[in-house]
């Protein structure tokens, strides 16, 4: 059953029902990622917008991933 | 005296896992897998145009045995071209900044060039090393540094694309600094370097692209000579 017609009381029950092996979250990836390809770039007129958003997000991705070192710099007088 | 222009070159960790690998497996999201369809979507038109014309321009001048090479020099080339253009988006790591990394592709590809030309026709493959109409007295001295020429081969790739990335880079990382530093103090001078800080940018797209087609021109031109 799908994640948007879960009641919250059942949450950790549907968590429990995932399958979490490594075969599981491949497939889930894969079906993510099929999902996201179907929608915005495999169309008859996909414009900027589809690689965009996958650009944005990995602009973010690597924000978070270095803001360990990034943090130091805020009030720093010489840069 | 603080390093902070080099830490954007230091390999990105989360919780201390090595996140190189995931920077480098990026590129392949953003191109998808040609499917048997007549017509695709653009994206897939844009990229299947894009690599049939760099394809056929490095497999001019090669023979029959070189089209063998065409599968691997074009994901190299599409790697490299990948990996160096997300490189200038914002926060981003580019992998091909590490010496270690383009190292790894040069090294063995060159190797790979050497010893099919010395394997399978090892004679035109020496001489190679000698250039048409020296002079007599010229010839041992020549021998020496043809060889010395080819032996650098490896490192001349690796550190051609490493040096123009980092420098890049950097230069991008010091003239914003500079821009912005100086935003509250002489803003027309901060406008003239925000002007120099777009026309780098411009000439960063380009080195990207360049820098990716070089080295893979200059695999293909090695294995001419060897093939």
């Given at each position: 059953?799908?994640?948007?017609?879960?009641?919250?009381?059942?949450?950790?029950?549907?968590?429990?029902?995932?399958?979490?092996?490594?075969?599981?979250?491949?497939?889930?990836?894969?079906r993510g990622y099929d999902r996201y390809y179907n929608k915005y770039i495999n169309v008859k007129k996909g414009g900027l917008g589809g690689i965009s958003m996958v650009l944005a997000g990995y602009v973010v991705v690597s924000y978070i991933w270095s803001y360990s070192h990034l943090k130091h710099d805020r009030h720093r007088k010489y840069h | 005296m603080n390093l902070s222009f080099f830490d954007q070159f230091m390999?990105?960790?989360l919780l201390g896992i090595p996140l190189i690998m995931l920077a480098m497996m990026f590129p392949t999201l953003l191109l998808p897998f040609p499917t048997t369809r007549w017509i695709t979507n653009r994206l897939s038109t844009l990229q299947l145009w894009f690599i049939h014309l760099?394809?056929?321009?490095?497999?001019?001048?090669?023979?029959k045995g070189g089209h063998k090479w065409a599968l691997i020099l074009t994901s190299l080339m599409m790697l490299l071209l990948m990996i160096n253009l997300l490189g200038l988006l914002p926060y981003t790591f580019t992998p091909t900044t590490q010496l270690?990394?383009?190292?790894a592709l040069a090294f063995p590809l060159w190797l790979a060039t050497l010893l099919t030309g010395l394997r399978n026709q090892p004679t035109t493959s020496l001489g190679h090393l000698l250039p048409e109409g020296t002079?007599?007295?010229?010839?041992?001295?020549?021998i020496l540094i043809e060889t010395t020429s080819l032996l650098i081969r490896p490192l001349a790739l690796g550190v051609r694309l490493t040096a123009n990335l980092t420098a890049g880079h950097l230069l991008i990382q010091l003239?914003?600094?500079?821009?912005?530093?100086?935003?509250?103090?002489?803003?027309t001078v901060s406008i003239l370097t925000?002007?120099?800080?777009?026309?780098?940018?411009?000439?960063?797209?380009?080195?990207?692209?360049?820098?990716a087609y070089v080295f893979v021109l200059l695999l293909s031109l090695y294995l001419q000579e060897n093939i």
């Open positions: 059953m799908k994640l948007m017609d879960v009641k919250l009381g059942q949450l950790p029950t549907w968590l429990a029902m995932r399958d979490f092996t490594p075969g599981g979250i491949l497939g889930a990836l894969r | 390999s990105p960790q760099t394809t056929k321009q490095l497999m001019l001048p090669l023979n270690s990394m383009n190292m002079p007599t007295p010229l010839i041992p001295a020549l003239i914003s600094t500079a821009t912005i530093t100086l935003l509250p103090i002489l803003p925000s002007l120099i800080l777009l026309l780098l940018t411009i000439l960063e797209i380009a080195v990207a692209m360049i820098q």
